[in-house]
DNA sequence: TTAATTCCCGACTCTTTTAGTCAAGAAAGA
DNA sequence: TCTTTCTTGACTAAAAGAGTCGGGAATTAA
């Protein structure tokens, strides 16, 4: 699988919050009764989201999370990246430059790897939150 | 990152084993100086790998493993396949299915994870270990 | 037939990552 | 001021990942 737990918990964060976009801060308990996710460990999520600039939180009695940018202007990639980062291939770059690569001579990955990499990102920088929403919208007839 | 660690020495080790195709039994030991893998690590790994039927053992004084294929008639995806399978996306196929779904009715992510992981194994169904032996040799001068 | 070599196997340890919890505190509004 | 809601950091538990170890079984050379 390419997400942990917690990052597909990030992703579906941010896809409820699209859905009530324009409607005032959601609370985390709503989130995580709506998205089936533990309410303590969304709280943590949410907080390392914010440090994205995706998201803002607001306390106090109508306080809660709300989404930034408008979500067809948010992409997957842009919840990723930040999330883990791009992967670092940092073994493999050393084989493309020839710098202490462990396997030395016959790293053969390099191009895999980045192809895979560019294919990924590909898909995940042209998908936004508003297909998601849209796609779950289908299933949910 | 895509591939664990031990996943990576797996196809490394039967890139080696390619390299050398047609040279008989190649050594456990070889193979992990080769490649800079652990050897113990790598006696277990490669034990699985039998199990594949891409390679197999011979044991005694010139034993060692050998490819049973021809390197340009494996592919990457069928090592990988062997080793981790194809994801399971049960959680998402549930939401497709609109079965027990744990997110329920906004699963949006089934058709996401459908594409991202054809794209994957797309590359790494074209990919062969020949492949691979040449992309070593390029970096390699 | 014995000794050297090499794979074989299962159990075992160590570390890192992942998942999730908890308690006390700070802002905001009623 | 009381309630609500986010905030923070520490904490625990479970799982996955990486790698080791000791001894046994097949094969071949001497």
Redesign the pocket.
Known sequence: MFL????Q?ALRAIVELAKRFGSG?????EIATAQAI????L??I??QL?GSGLVA?????????ILLREPEDITVGNVIRFLQGEPDHKDCQNCVFKLQCPTDRDCAFASLWNRVNEAVFGIFDETTIQDLVEDGRMVES
């Open positions: 942990t737990q917690r990052n918990y801060p959601v609370k985390v308990s533990p309410r303590r460990f709280e943590v949410l907080g914010k939180a607001k306390r106090g009695y109508h306080g809660g999370y």
